[in-house]
């Protein structure tokens, strides 16, 4: 059975389910604490008919009130999204430079393609492959060969290119 009452502070037209009567609600309107009283019984010849607009403001208003006292009735607590300030939290652990957790270095394998080098019409495959050598470091490196492959262009003829392919470890 619902309960029926008014915001004192608002006067909006509240129902609530009568699980939750004698609880504490906020009125959905204004927020003002209200203690949710038993229903009172209706009169003989009384209709007990609402208006459409205060139907869904009650329905909106008992589904707040009845949720809310079923979240306190189980001790739930609402849900909570952290917030941060400044960068965020890796969640990773990157292992210090002298440290290594798996043991001896891996060995890894790089190809550099001569086409993926071309930026509008210049070549910068010496820069790249420059580059990425002296990041690994001559230490690192195990063996470099040339390799050579075709690339299709638009028109469908077959153009040879190469490239390298470095093997080091890292």
Do not use: W
Not at 7 to 31: Q, R, S, Y
Not at 67 to 78: C, D, L, V, W
Not at 92 to 111: S, T
Request: hydrophobic share 30%.
């Amino acid at each position: 059975m619902d309960t029926s009452f008014s915001c004192p502070k608002c006067n909006l037209h509240i129902t609530a389910d009568e699980c939750v009567v004698g609880e504490e609600i906020d009125c959905p309107d204004c927020g003002h604490k209200i203690r949710v009283p038993p229903p009172k019984k209706t009169r003989p010849g009384s209709s007990g008919t609402r208006s459409p607009a205060s139907v869904t403001r009650n329905v909106s208003a008992a589904a707040k009130a009845a949720a809310k006292a079923t979240s306190q009735a189980m001790g739930h607590k609402g849900l909570v999204v952290p917030q941060h300030h400044g960068p965020q939290e890796s969640l990773l652990k990157k292992a210090e430079a002298g440290e290594r957790a798996d043991g001896p270095p891996k060995i890894r394998v790089r190809c550099i393609k001569r086409s993926s080098c071309v930026e509008v019409g210049h070549d910068r495959f010496d820069e790249v492959v420059t580059e990425f050598l002296n990041k690994v470091g001559q230490a690192n490196i195990i063996h470099l060969s040339a390799i050579s492959y075709g690339v299709m262009d638009p028109s469908g003829h077959m153009l040879p290119d190469y490239g390298i392919m470095v093997i080091y470890k890292g």
